[in-house]
């Protein structure tokens, strides 16, 4: 088990929150197109999500990692708040940061009560960094949705799109001691191209890989400055197709347990869309955690690793 165990840049505590009224939200759908229109009712699609969100949660918490859970409020209707790990994200010494959101409905996920919250069950007080400001001009950067860190390397890897700005992204990198590495993806929808929303569905860090979709990288020379930087931190390209990345293979979350085991959680579409040989790669450096959440992948558009807001 020693080849599973790599401390540094994961956590053991994840904040998640509990929804109360998930469902397809038309303004995110815009420019997610990995969202499927709604064809049942809101009820339905609620009580799916809100037991495949508990059954997650059990997981996590069988294999000693430690999740705070808040619930949802009713109003206002959130129907993404599922995903928190776009509004806020968690660093080293105490440092939060919030984040200027691209849907409308969506910027009312970020609250302070929350926050409050967790402090109160840690025994500690953030230093907050907002953001927030730039949706005034605009300007969108969704937190670990946007961005892909690498927190022992201190390198973060960005797919500009309508929802990361390249500009306050090298802002968020200077501010917090980030390399920026950043490139251009597009994903094929009925034969054309169009920007991927958010770079977490593209690639995945984790201790001794980089999950990544290179295919959607489809500059040649972007391609290879990426692989180029994985390879310069010391980390093995793992490679996934457009079709597994299609099945959220690339929205993977590296954490560990109590006993420092290190866990890669995904989805089960995620897992069943792997190789044997893939499989067993992983299963021989990580602890594989695999979690059925198709109500949520289907109206969400996202999956387990926007679920989880890792708190270090």
């Not at 109160?120 to 969704?142: C, H, M, P, W």
């Not at 927190?151 to 001691?177: D, G, M, P, W």
């Not at 085991?261 to 499989?279: G, P, R, Y």
Request: glycine letters at 4%; hydrophobic letters at 35%; a negative charge.
């Amino acid at each position: 088990m020693e080849n599973k165990k790599q401390m540094t840049g994961y956590t053991d505590t994840v904040f998640m929150i509990e929804p109360v009224a998930f469902d397809y939200n038309p303004e995110t759908a815009v420019n997610n197109l990995f969202q499927k229109t709604a064809d049942k009712q809101s009820t339905e699609t609620q009580k799916l999500a809100l037991a495949e969100f508990n059954n997650m949660v059990n997981l996590l918490k069988n294999e000693g990692v430690k999740v705070i859970t808040i619930k949802d409020t009713p109003q206002p209707h959130k129907p993404d708040s599922i995903f928190p790990n776009n509004w806020v994200s968690f660093h080293e010494n105490n440092q939060v940061v919030l984040y200027p959101m691209f849907a409308e409905n969506r910027r009312v996920e970020r609250r302070m009560d929350i926050l409050e919250e967790i402090e109160k069950q840690l025994g500690r007080k953030f230093k907050i960094t907002d953001y927030s400001d730039f949706e005034a001009k605009n300007v969108f950067l969704e937190g670990t949705g946007s961005y892909v860190p690498d927190r022992k390397n201190k390198i973060a890897y960005a797919s500009i799109s309508q929802r990361t700005h390249e500009v306050l992204f090298k802002k968020f990198c200077e501010e917090n001691n980030f390399k920026p590495v950043i490139y251009n993806a597009s994903q094929k929808v009925n034969g054309e191209l169009h920007p991927i929303y958010h770079t977490n569905v593209i690639m995945c860090d984790a201790a001794k890989h980089t999950i990544i979709c290179l295919e959607v990288i489809r500059d040649e020379q972007e391609r290879k400055m990426v692989v180029s930087e994985i390879e310069k931190s010391g980390k093995k390209v793992f490679e996934i197709s457009e079709h597994q990345m299609n099945n959220f293979a690339g929205n993977m979350l590296l954490v560990k347990n109590k006993s420092e085991e290190l866990i890669l959680v995904m989805s089960k579409s995620a897992f069943d869309s792997l190789t044997k040989e893939q499989i067993s790669e992983l299963e021989s450096n990580y602890k594989l955690l695999v979690c059925p959440i198709p109500t949520i992948e289907k109206y969400g558009g996202g999956s387990a690793r926007c679920m989880i807001a890792e708190i270090f």
